[in-house]
């Protein structure tokens, strides 16, 4: 039994700059996954290239067993939502939403049944006659997505569809999609550069750098057990400390430290992995440094300390025991936390 | 502070007054009852009466409307076509600084050309050449203003009607035409203003039996400005400012949205 939507060796090259780099992926039915990484990863390209309306120089995209790269875009099963929304400003909400079905020419009353019926789910039926500039940015944002979705496609991409909303809107945006994907039970793609935005709404993540993906895994997998160096600084605040191994412990810039067991050879080159929430005060500690400055974030504080390493080691501190700026801390953790990766 | 800086906008009524008083002259000359030129005598509307009952300048605005209107319908289509093709397809600032020159070409080198054209090719000159040689610099000042109107919309509106099973054909003609309707308006409006008064390459380009109305004033007035000239321009002015009016609003009202 093959995946309901896999991506094998696809490569994409615009001239020089490479887009996609031999990029094989599976996607399950239902599934809300995203594509993360940083600007010029390919994640964009790879979304539209699912869309059809970019080539790929290799490859195959299958879905339920069926050759998508064949089609053109307007024969695809497949929907995108723009990140600039794209709406059709000459038109009203009505006329945008009910485009994609007047083209497959359905009977008219179907198409109002089906056009209304999207509307009051992302409850914008009173705006039907409205004009996109009459809209603000949350409503646009669900105009565009009523109507990618009114045409049930077997996926729906998304293509950083909350960039431009502000973050009190994007929270609820979150929400909202991912109870609407639960709902209309289609397998939604979402593109983003916010870490964040992916740990929070996806059932799974693919995070790509540099046209190639780095590590596929639910949210709570890739916090805890990052594969590489770029994974773990790239989803959530990390402590990173590159050392090396020796027989029993870690050393970072002439300080031990101590490890769990590992299979990275004695010897070797390595990055220690801690997250600020691992790493406990006390009056005794693996560590000791001077705190710098305290960032307060409501729920938590974000400690700086200044240990002698290469950079400062973050820590979260609950806010009644932030101490004074300048005192000295001792750190511990329990080092079976601390995830080692090779630096290699 | 009104009256203290008041003397700041002298500079700016002295202006007015260069770029306005000829036109004002004119104006005011075309209602004296009077034929001599440069003598008021009184108001009178005579002269438009007999603008209507002369026969050459009767067939002078009837040829200047056919070719006026054949050109505009030419230029539009054909400046629409190129501008959409160098937005969408051509990403070369020679090719598009090339399909736009025509709009600035000087009006005697384009004359000239075009008459040494026709006439290596033996084509008889006639209202035809005039609005084969009006529509193609008509067509610049079209690719111009539309090009200007597809930069500012979202080149992914096309990508999402076909996104949304749309055909290319269908996209353009439900997306993008209408998109860029503004622009049509202006540019026909525009292209239909100075192809009106257009007079040198109506000039070179022209057979002798078919004046356009700036060839017959033209040779009206090369035995003495009448008054009859005088409401003739009148009327050709308030022509074109009202046309231009038109397309201006037209632009703006609709860039709002």
């Not at chain 1, 293509?159 to 994907?181: F, G, Y």
């Not at chain 1, 974030?297 to 390493?309: A, M, N, R, V």
């Amino acid at each position: 039994m093959s995946a309901f939507l896999s991506i094998e060796n696809l490569s994409k090259n615009y001239g020089q700059q490479i887009a996609i780099k031999n990029l094989s992926l599976e996607i399950a039915e239902n599934e809300f996954f995203a594509l993360l990484g940083p600007s010029g990863c390919g994640k964009t390209t790879l979304l539209r290239a699912l869309a059809g309306l970019e080539s790929v120089d290799a490859g195959e995209i299958r879905l339920q067993n069926q050759d998508l790269l064949s089609l053109p875009a307007n024969k695809r099963p497949v929907n995108l939502m723009f990140q600039s929304y794209a709406l059709f400003p000459h038109l009203t909400v009505y006329e945008n939403v009910a485009y994609g079905l007047r083209r497959e020419g359905l009977p008219k009353d179907e198409i109002a049944e089906r056009t209304s019926k999207v509307l009051r789910t992302v409850s914008l039926l009173d705006q039907k006659n409205r004009s996109p500039s009459q809209l603000s940015g949350g409503q646009k944002q669900r105009v565009a997505l009523a109507r990618a979705i009114v045409k049930r496609p077997k996926i729906l991409l998304l293509d950083e569809p909350l960039s431009a909303l502000d973050k009190k809107v994007r929270s609820e945006m979150q929400l909202e999609l991912k109870r609407l994907q639960h709902e209309a039970g289609i397998t939604f793609i979402l593109v983003t550069h916010d870490q964040e935005e992916a740990m929070s709404i996806a059932d799974r993540i693919a995070l790509m750098d540099q046209g190639e993906v780095i590590q596929v895994a639910t949210p709570v997998e890739m916090y805890r057990a990052p594969k590489t160096k770029f994974v773990a600084d790239f989803i959530g605040e990390n402590n990173l400390l590159t050392g090396q191994i020796t027989t029993s412990s870690f050393m970072v810039a002439g300080k031990s430290l101590p490890i769990a067991n590992t299979q990275l050879p004695s010897g070797s080159n390595a990055v220690l992995v801690l997250r600020p929430e691992q790493i406990t005060l006390g009056v005794s500690g693996f560590v000791a440094g001077k705190l710098i400055s305290s960032n307060f974030y409501g729920g938590s504080t974000l400690l700086f300390i200044d240990c002698g390493f290469d950079q400062l080691i973050k820590v979260t501190c609950v806010l009644d025991q932030v101490p004074v700026v300048g005192t000295t801390c001792h750190l511990s953790w329990n080092p079976a936390d601390a995830t080692l990766l090779s630096d290699g | 502070m009104g009256s203290k800086l008041g003397w700041l906008k002298l500079p700016l009524y002295g202006a007015l007054l260069f770029l306005y008083l000829p036109i004002a002259v004119l104006i005011f000359m075309s209602f004296n009852e009077s034929d001599a030129p440069f003598t008021w005598t009184g108001f009178s509307t005579r002269w438009y009466g007999e603008l209507i009952s002369s026969p050459e300048i009767l067939t002078g605005f009837r040829n200047t409307l056919i070719v006026a209107i054949a050109a505009t319908i030419i230029a539009v289509v054909l400046g629409t076509l190129l501008a959409v093709g160098l937005a969408r397809y051509q990403r070369s600032a020679a090719l598009e600084a090339i399909a736009l020159t025509p709009a600035i070409f000087p009006d005697l080198a384009l004359a000239i050309g075009l008459l040494t054209l026709f006439t290596n090719l033996n084509y008889a000159l006639g209202l035809d050449s005039v609005i084969i040689s009006h529509a193609l610099f008509c067509a610049a000042f079209v690719t111009a203003i539309v090009r200007g109107r597809l930069h500012q919309i979202d080149s992914s509106l096309e990508q999402a009607a076909a996104d949304l099973g749309d055909t290319a054909v269908g996209a353009f003609f439900r997306i993008t035409l209408p998109s860029i309707k503004p622009a049509l308006i202006a540019g026909a409006l525009l292209s239909f203003t100075l192809s009106l008064d257009e007079f040198v390459i109506a000039f070179f380009t022209n057979g002798p039996s078919t004046p356009t109305l700036p060839i017959v004033i033209y040779s009206m007035v090369r035995f003495g400005v009448s008054p009859e000239i005088n409401a003739l321009a009148t009327l050709v002015l308030l022509t074109s400012a009202l046309i231009i009016i038109i397309a201006q609003r037209n632009l703006k009202v609709k860039d709002q949205i």
